[in-house]
């Protein structure tokens, strides 16, 4: 697929769900090289849905997802392997494996994805740990860390490979204001300082006010993209009903 240098996304009349029932269609959207997108939209409206065929844990009934030039839905065998280091995901529970310290859950995709020596990817491991700003041992268990303290553990497993995209789903689900406010000033600085594209599913109107460039707005009912845009502008300037209640956050 030919495309701008800029699009590192492209989804392309994306039609998901399960078994038989059709939560999304007709899904087209591109996301810009290093910018902050979010994907929104009530509850039921396939947000997560979306989120977990772009990155290959679904098969989607129809259409296309492009990563990097690379169809996601066809890859397989190497190229699929490259095509999944080519991202990291911060997952909403902050998904750590509660039998392994915080330096062994960041080090996984170096397991994985590298043959580095053990001490360069504990060096590795523990760089994007200090990056996080998680400055606690990284021999305790994840049991032991505040929810905040798990989420940035999970971040930094994200980026411990160097991924140029990163997908957060929920990332301030859990936290109070003032923790998920910190964890919005480090994304825009992944963003901003390093370069990463990053794509987040979430409801949290002040963290999408703060950080994101630019939205796309699900709705159940029509299992579609109702709005697309910045998200100040279409608080401001939407005449759809729905839209303009979303930002808003009015009742309909």
Not at 115 to 128: G, I, M
Not at 138 to 145: D, N, S, T, Y
Not at 153 to 172: H, K, T, Y
């Amino acid at each position: 697929m030919s495309a701008s240098p800029d699009i590192v996304i492209s989804v392309r009349n994306l039609a998901a769900g399960y078994a038989d029932d059709m939560v999304l269609q007709n899904i087209n959207f591109e996301v810009r090289r290093g910018e902050i997108f979010a994907i929104l939209g009530t509850s039921g409206s396939g947000k997560s849905t979306l989120l977990k065929n772009m990155i290959g844990l679904y098969t989607p009934f129809s259409g296309e997802v492009w990563i990097e030039g690379r169809n996601m839905v066809t890859a397989e065998g190497g190229e699929r392997l490259r095509l999944l280091r080519s991202f990291g995901v911060l997952y909403q529970s902050g998904a750590l494996f509660g039998s392994m310290t915080v330096l062994e859950n960041v080090r996984l995709p170096l397991d994985a994805f590298t043959r580095l020596p053990e001490p360069a990817k504990d060096l590795v491991a523990l760089s994007k740990l200090r990056l996080v700003d998680l400055n606690t041992s990284p021999a305790r268990m994840p049991a032991e860390l505040s929810g905040g303290m798990q989420k940035r553990a999970a971040l930094a497993r994200a980026i411990v490979a160097d991924p140029g995209i990163l997908f957060l789903d929920e990332p301030s689900t859990g936290l109070d204001p003032i923790t998920s406010a910190g964890l919005d000033a480090m994304f825009k600085e992944l963003s901003r300082g390093f370069g990463i594209t990053l794509v987040m599913v979430t409801h949290e109107l002040p963290s999408i006010y703060a950080i994101a460039d630019r939205v796309i707005l699900l709705d159940a009912g029509r299992k579609t993209i109702v709005a697309e845009g910045n998200p100040h502008y279409l608080r401001d300037h939407a005449t759809d009903p729905l839209v303009r209640h979303f930002f808003r956050r009015e009742a309909m």
